[in-house]
């Protein structure tokens, strides 16, 4: 069965700081692994996707297949990434999102 | 209103009541998805539907009952639910196909069992 993992629940950064937000996964077959990201009374969205290569808001995430991890990455935090990032994994071909229990960043000024 | 939305926000019921949640959407998607939110679980799968068919359901117990009249609407009907069901109810809608896999979400409907 696929399980996403999200080691840390809480992570504070200073601002300018490098942050990287654990993502673990387990499935055996080729998942898509996204990016999802709630900030304070707003829904939860998309930040990004692993197929799509890019970097959205100065973050980049790279799927290590060896590793089975999804590492959320940027070089300097600024007070507006403060959120709840929650990994997800799609299974192939289907249209159900697993999600991992999110992590809370904080970027401290 | 564009994206999701969903109804009511907030909503507390006893254990005998029969509620139902209700979601739309506007963006003419073909897959819509029940989330459920509790303290310090994930992001629970509860149901999917594709193109009004439920594809799957992830072991929900029978006082959760879901009803998918038409591609634009999902409903969540609850009945004798148990306190440990309060949680926060999420609904996400995606156009389902290769390439495009992005789910939007509403806001959610707060459920307190009292």
């Known amino acids: 069965a696929q399980r996403v993992t999200q080691p840390e629940k809480l992570l504070s950064v200073f601002k300018g700081a490098p942050v990287e937000l654990k993502c673990n996964y387990s499935?055996?077959?080729?998942?898509?692994l996204f990016w999802y990201v709630q900030y304070s009374r707003q829904r939860l969205q998309l930040l990004l996707r692993?197929?799509s290569r890019e970097s959205i808001k100065g973050f980049t995430a790279d799927l290590n297949k060896g590793e089975t991890s999804f590492h959320l990455k940027k070089p300097f935090a600024q007070e507006e990434d403060s959120a709840m990032y929650y990994c997800?994994?799609?299974?192939?071909?289907?249209?159900?999102?697993?999600f991992g229990t999110g992590t809370r960043l904080t970027v401290i000024p | 209103e564009t994206g999701v939305t969903q109804t009511p926000r907030h909503l507390v019921m006893g254990m005998t009541n029969k509620k139902s949640l209700k979601c739309e959407q506007h963006?003419?998607?073909?897959?819509m998805y029940w989330y459920k939110q509790s303290a310090k679980k994930p992001l629970e799968l509860m149901f999917v539907?594709?193109?009004?068919?439920?594809?799957e359901n992830n072991s929900v117990p029978s006082r959760f009952s879901p009803e998918c009249p038409n591609s634009s609407h999902l409903f969540l009907h609850l009945h004798t639910l148990q306190p440990e069901d309060s949680a926060l109810y999420l609904c996400?809608?995606?156009?389902?196909?290769?390439?495009?896999?992005?789910?939007?979400f509403g806001q959610g409907t707060r459920l307190t069992v009292v």
């Open positions: 499935y055996s077959g080729s998942p898509e």
């Open positions: 997800a994994l799609m299974k192939t071909g289907a249209n159900n999102l697993f």
């Open positions: 539907y594709s193109l009004e068919e439920r594809v």
């Open positions: 996400a809608s995606s156009q389902a196909g290769e390439g495009n896999t992005e789910a939007f």
């Open positions: 692993h197929i």
């Open positions: 963006l003419g998607h073909n897959a």
